[in-house]
């Protein structure tokens, strides 16, 4: 009797296994089946955007976000002249190396100009009052002196 | 459920990459530039540096240490700055990569693979400093435009490779010969395949020197691919923009190298000093070469509270460019007394030196603790920003650090 339930068992569990293996074999089937015929998965495109793990996915909408003062994607100052300066001024180079400079009105512009002559940025038109008037409001020079005080000290004990 | 996890991920990632992303002005995008956002955004792990770097800018990278990072005797990668003026090269395959030398003063026209060089010529190691020319921009008022670098565009790393003089001696140099300039594989952030980002030189006397180095290897490995990967061109003392990185062709120049960045104000500071903010004309602009001598308090890290009648170890690097530091001094009290303490001899000519001391603080309260490093010709790094310059180039103020005693 225990070996013809033994019997039983190992044969349940054989048939399991298989059913198991089947299966995936039908599932990868399948789905190479449908990647053949949809490479790019673009049944899925819609759904997965409303998902809440795609919503690091910049979209349209996201892309120009506002938070405290600050447009998101670029890390600069929201103010008049923002969309000039991030349509004209990051397709080269990040907009990390607007933020770090503090330039007045001339300098400014004998930078526009320095990059118009040597690194293909294009005729600013219109635009260029509006992008330098940003600039200088934004990002003006402060005074620093020929040494600045030690500012943001972090302060640890020091065990040793 | 793994499966499960893998294909929810599989399936984010493909719809990521071919639906969420939408690009302005991608009509008017160079081909064959991959955007950012398609490329590792991690830095930290792209160029496997350490978290607490700080990233200046991303496009083109740059990067810089903090000064308690550079503790290390020899700089690891992970605490090595990045300064890149364009794009990083893609993929590169080693065995392929050949170095020409040419130009007008070359006897004959030579292009060597990356084995031919580690062949025919005899290698050397060195621990060679690479300070970035802008090292302490960030301090200059008025301020001076470019990457605002504090204190950490600056490493010693141990360099292998060939001596250039023996490559540049087996392609034969023409007595005209004036100038180097080397040529790399990087691209132009603009995309256009014309311009080349950065492609400077070094007269004949610094490219003949004994430590002037082609090299293949960074710390015992094949350099990293941020660092120059996988031929790299090291002048150790001069403004770390002289050591091309992804270097595959070297001009013999019978004249001062033209390339971009060795003209107008670019590596360059006035001739004769100037008061801060004054314009100056191009052709009153000189190149600059050696560096000037400095030095970095690496440990402890800025912000140590310390209780009354413990003494404080400090210690760092100093490096004076062409030079040799002769005399280390710190000061407790802002210059009022400065204190001898000592100064290792440099591992090799080029290389930084390590200094320490042990203080002794008499109150409690605030100190600053500064170091001042004198170079073999008696010149002492200034308290005080040095003299202004249009492109902020070459501070080499005291570093200091602030310090607690309760």
Same mark, same amino acid.
């Given at each position: 009797m225990e070996k013809e339930e033994q019997f039983r068992y190992q044969v349940k569990t054989i048939y399991r296994i298989m059913v198991m293996v089947f299966s995936m074999v039908g599932l990868v089937t399948i789905a190479g089946i449908y990647l053949i015929t949809d490479p790019t998965l673009s049944v899925f495109k819609e759904t997965t955007e409303t998902t809440p793990e795609s919503l690091y996915v910049l979209n349209e909408e996201d892309e120009d976000k506002i938070e405290n003062g600050i447009h998101l994607r670029t890390g600069l100052i929201e103010a008049e002249g923002l969309m000039e300066v991030v349509n004209n001024c990051?397709? *080269?180079?990040?907009?990390?190396?607007?933020?770090?400079? #503090?330039?007045?009105?001339?300098?400014?512009? @004998?930078?526009?100009?320095?990059? %118009?002559?040597?690194?293909?940025?294009?005729?600013?038109?219109?635009?260029?009052?509006?992008?330098?008037?940003?600039?200088?409001?934004?990002?003006?020079?402060?005074?620093k002196g020929r040494r600045e005080v030690l500012t943001n000290i972090e302060w640890y004990d020091l065990q040793e | 459920m793994e499966r499960r996890d893998f294909v929810k991920k599989a399936t984010l990632g493909v719809t990521a990459a071919i639906a969420g992303v939408h690009i302005v002005f991608a009509d008017v995008m160079p081909k064959g530039y991959e955007p950012l956002l398609h490329q590792d955004p991690d830095p930290f792990k792209l160029f496997d540096k350490d978290k607490e770097m700080v990233v200046l800018n991303d496009k083109p990278w740059n990067i810089e240490a903090k000064a308690h990072l550079l503790d290390d005797r020899i700089t690891p990668n992970k605490y090595m700055f990045v300064r890149n003026n364009g794009l990083i090269p893609e993929n590169i395959d080693i065995n392929s990569w050949t170095l020409t030398i040419d130009g007008e003063s070359v006897k004959q026209k030579k292009t060597y693979t990356?084995?031919?060089?580690?062949?025919?010529?005899?290698?050397?190691?060195?621990?060679?400093?690479? !300070?970035?020319?802008?090292?302490?921009?960030?301090?200059?008022?008025?301020?001076a435009k470019g990457n605002q670098w504090t204190v950490g565009a600056v490493s010693c790393a141990e360099w292998t490779g060939v001596r250039l003089r023996d490559v540049l001696e087996d392609a034969g140099i023409k007595d005209t010969a004036v100038y180097i300039g080397y040529h790399a594989a990087d691209k132009h952030l603009s995309g256009d395949p014309?311009?080349?980002?950065?492609? #400077?030189?070094?007269?004949?006397?610094? @490219?003949?020197?004994? !430590?002037?180095?082609? @090299?293949?290897?960074?710390?015992?490995?094949?350099?990293?691919?941020?660092?120059?990967?996988?031929?790299?061109?090291?002048?150790?003392?001069?403004?770390?923009?002289?050591?091309?990185?992804?270097?595959?062709?070297?001009?013999?120049?019978?004249?001062?190298?033209?390339?971009?960045?060795?003209?107008?104000? @670019?590596? #360059?500071?006035? *001739?004769?000093?100037?008061?801060?903010?004054?314009?100056?004309?191009?052709?009153?602009? *000189?190149?600059? !070469?050696?560096?000037?001598?400095?030095?970095?308090?690496?440990?402890p890290k800025s912000g140590a509270i310390i209780n009354k009648g413990k003494k404080l170890k400090i210690r760092g690097h100093a490096w004076a460019g062409e030079l040799e530091v002769a005399k280390m001094e710190y000061s407790i009290d802002f210059g009022s007394t400065?204190?001898? *303490?000592?100064?290792?001899?440099?591992?090799? #000519?080029?290389?930084? %030196?390590?200094?320490?001391?042990?203080?002794?603080?008499?109150?409690?309260?605030y100190y600053e603790v500064w170091a001042r490093a004198t170079d073999t010709k008696g010149a002492s790094q200034p308290m005080i920003l040095p003299g202004w310059n249009p492109k902020g180039y070459l501070n080499n103020a005291c570093h200091r650090i602030a310090v607690k005693v309760k």
């Open positions: 990051t397709n *080269c180079h990040s907009s990390k190396l607007v933020i770090q400079n #503090r330039m007045n009105k001339e300098r400014w512009i @004998a930078t526009i100009r320095w990059m %118009q002559e040597t690194q293909n940025l294009w005729d600013l038109g219109g635009n260029e009052e509006i992008i330098v008037n940003y600039l200088v409001t934004n990002y003006p020079p402060g005074k | 990356i084995s031919d060089l580690k062949s025919k010529f005899k290698q050397y190691t060195y621990q060679l400093t690479l !300070e970035c020319g802008g090292n302490g921009r960030s301090e200059f008022d008025p301020p014309d311009k080349e980002p950065i492609s #400077r030189g070094a007269p004949m006397r610094k @490219a003949l020197q004994d !430590e002037t180095l082609l @090299a293949f290897k960074m710390n015992g490995e094949v350099i990293p691919l941020a660092h120059g990967y996988p031929l790299r061109l090291v002048a150790g003392g001069w403004p770390a923009s002289v050591s091309g990185k992804w270097v595959n062709r070297i001009s013999i120049r019978n004249k001062i190298h033209d390339g971009t960045k060795m003209t107008g104000t @670019a590596y #360059r500071v006035p *001739c004769n000093p100037v008061a801060p903010g004054e314009k100056v004309k191009d052709e009153d602009m *000189c190149i600059i !070469e050696s560096m000037p001598v400095k030095s970095l308090i690496t440990y400065w204190i001898e *303490c000592s100064v290792e001899k440099p591992a090799n #000519r080029l290389a930084w %030196q390590h200094f320490s001391a042990t203080i002794d603080f008499p109150e409690k309260g």
